[in-house]
């Protein structure tokens, strides 16, 4: 690292600059008050000394007018801190639309990217300025998190769920990725670089760099090899539901619940398919926990999201 002492990282995402201004109010909110109690505390201090000894002062009764005072005040304050963070965590958890999907799989001590034409990388991410990527991370063994200060993002990653990150890099350049959840002895290892390059110069990285099975193309080989797809049929008379185009939209349960189609039920699907019924199936699809890793699992969901383009999600947005 020779980037020296620095009070506040980078600004290098769309969200940074957002992040930063509610953190500097919330900041002088704080420093005001307290600068102002303690000024109160001395100036009171003085001015109300005793001067003599038998001196008695005047009992105070309330003052209601006072009370009511520094009940509003804190509560607009803290209710505009609420409502801007409010509006920015929806922002930080929404990830739109024509993001780039990147999986990314955590485990003691490393992080595993796979881009979504094939190449993989281990502890660096390179990514392309100016493009709304999408991380879908899930880990193998205990709670990781990923942390990106100069994007002002962090995410828990979880064993037997899947989270997400959203981020659009705004300056090209090398930002450090940390794990932000003790998981190990070598916790303050497991870190690396992320590379925001031009849009051109990805696509050379790209090019230059052994392209794997990508994602979708593994998923689709798995729900063949797996047998997903003799029950899971475009038929109605089907065994199981159709999943095309399921990801993205509502799915009605048998107990008359109605959830939308996540990564997260898509997963618990695969390896608890009997939480969560859809209306009019039976309970008969077995469980694929043990048969299937974390990675694999995400490969099958970014292949149920390939045939998930489901013509109403554009419009809905
Ligand atoms: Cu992984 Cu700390």
Redesign the pocket.
Known sequence: MDEGFKLFPDQASTMAREVDWLFYFALAVGVFFSALIFLLVLYFAVKYRRRSDDEQPKPIFGDVRLEALWTVIPLGLTMVMFGWGTGIFFKVNRPPANAMEINVV?KQ?MWKFQHPTGQREINELHVPLGQPIKLTMTSEDVI?SLYVPAFRIKNDVLPSRCTTLWFEATKPGKYHLF?A???GTK?SQ?GGWIYVMEATQYQQWLAGGAADETPVEKGQRLFTQLGCATCHQANPTARGPSLHGVFGQQVKLKTGQTIVADENYLRESIVNPSVKITAGYEPIMPTFKGLVNEEQLLDLISYLKSIGAAPSKEDKK
């Open positions: 955590a001590w990781h794990c959840e003790y998981c916790h497991m």
